[in-house]
C-alpha cells in the first residue's frame, strides 16, 4: 500500500496503471468505515500477489484528487486501467465484495511453475518457441501465455504463425488490452506489406508531414511503419508528436497503439527473491512517464 499525494499521483497511479491496475482508496483519518476498509484492502493486496497495487489518498489533504474524481463521501474505491478509471465502490465492503468487485476487471490469476519445469537462463530460439506453445497447448485459456507466444511469433517475423495462434481470442480484443495490442502490431504489419513502394514510403511521409506537421493520418501511417520494423521508440516519438497536439486523435488510437508498443516491446520481469520488486525496463518507464505527463497536461 502507498500513500498518494499530487506530487506522486502521476508515477504511482497513472504510469503505474499502464501495466498494473491500481486501485485508490479515498479515506479521512476521522472516518470510521474507511478504518474497517482499509485492512480489508491491504489484505486482498497481499492475497492477489502483484495482480492490483493499492494506493490511498486522503481525501481532506488532497482535496485537489477528490476534486479531479468527484469524490463526495468516503470511503469510495477507485479503480484505473491504462490511465483511466473505469469502476468504483463505495461504502466499506466486506471482503468477499471486494475480491468479486477485482475479480470482474483483475486478468485471472496464474499458477507458477514447479522449480523443475522453470525455464534455464540459457536455452535455444526453438526450444523457448517450443516452450510457449506447449503453455499454450496445455491451458488455452491462459491469456499470458498467448500474448506471449503470439507475440514470440510475430517479433520473429513469423505473422502467419502468429495470426493462426491468435484466431481464438481474437474477438477479446476489445476486453483484453494486451490481446489489443497484438491486433494493433499486426495491423501495423499488415500496412507495411500492403505499401507499395517501401523504399520511398518513409521519405514519403517526412516530405508530408514537412508540409505539414499537423498531418496526423500521416504522423500515424509513418508510427506504424516503424513500429512493424520494431523500431519502437520512433514510433512512440511520432505517436507523442501526435498526442501532444491532440490527446483524443483519432477516437484514441494514437495513444492505444502507444500503448500497444510499450506492451510489445516490454520484456518478461526478471525473477527475484521474495519481497523484492523486479527492475522496470529503462526505455519502457521513460516512455510510460512520458505519456503520462501529455495525458495529464
Known amino acids: 500500500m502507498i500513500d498518494v499525494t499530487v506530487a506522486n499521483f502521476e508515477e504511482e497511479v497513472i504510469a503505474a496503471s499502464m ?7 479515498f479515506w479521512a483519518p476521522w472516518c470510521g468505515p ?7 484492502l491491504e489484505k486482498v493486496e497481499v492475497a492477489y500477489e502483484g495482480r492490483f497495487k493499492l494506493v490511498k489518498i486522503d481525501s481532506d489533504k488532497e482535496q485537489q484528487l ?12 477507485i479503480l484505473m486501467v491504462n490511465g ?18 477485482l475479480d470482474k476487471h483483475l486478468p485471472p490469476a496464474e499458477e507458477l511453475p514447479a522449480e523443475d519445469e522453470l525455464m534455464p537462463e540459457e536455452v535455444t530460439p526453438e526450444a523457448a518457441m517450443d516452450k510457449l506453445k506447449a ?13 506471449e507466444l503470439v507475440k514470440a511469433l510475430l517479433l520473429g517475423g513469423d ?7 491468435f484466431a481464438p481470442v481474437i474477438a477479446q480484443t476489445t476486453t483484453v488490452r494486451r490481446f489489443d495490442s497484438l491486433k494493433r502490431m499486426m495491423d501495423a504489419i499488415d500496412f507495411v506489406a500492403a505499401c507499395a513502394d517501401k523504399n520511398g514510403v518513409l521519405a514519403e511521409f517526412e516530405a508530408r508531414i514537412v508540409l505539414n506537421k499537423r498531418d496526423f493520418e500521416t504522423r500515424f501511417d509513418k508510427a506504424r511503419w516503424h513500429m512493424a520494423h520494431q523500431d519502437w521508440t520512433a514510433a512512440l516519438d511520432e505517436l507523442l508528436d501526435i498526442l501532444m ?5 483519432g477516437e484514441d488510437k494514437a495513444r492505444k497503439t502507444y500503448i500497444a508498443i510499450l506492451d510489445i516491446m516490454e520484456t518478461p520481469k526478471p525473477k527475484v527473491a521474495d519481497g523484492q520488486i523486479p527492475p522496470d525496463d ?6 510510460r512517464r512520458r505519456l503520462s505527463s501529455v495525458i495529464l497536461s
Open 66 to 77: 477528490g476534486a479531479a474524481f468527484g469524490i463526495k463521501s468516503i470511503p469510495t474505491c
Open 245 to 249: 497536439r491532440d490527446k483524443t486523435w
Open 34 to 40: 474507511c478504518k474497517s476498509l482499509g485492512p480489508i
Open 19 to 25: 501495466t498494473t491496475p491500481v486501485l485508490i482508496d
Open 84 to 101: 483511466q478509471p473505469i469502476d468504483g465502490f463505495q461504502g466499506a465492503l466486506p471482503e468477499g465484495k471486494i475480491k468479486e468487485f
Open 159 to 165: 505473422t502467419d504463425a502468429a495470426k493462426v495462434s
Open 135 to 147: 503453455n499454450v497447448a496445455n491451458d488455452p485459456t491462459n491469456e499470458s501465455a498467448r500474448f
Open 282 to 287: 529503462p526505455v519502457v518507464a521513460t516512455y
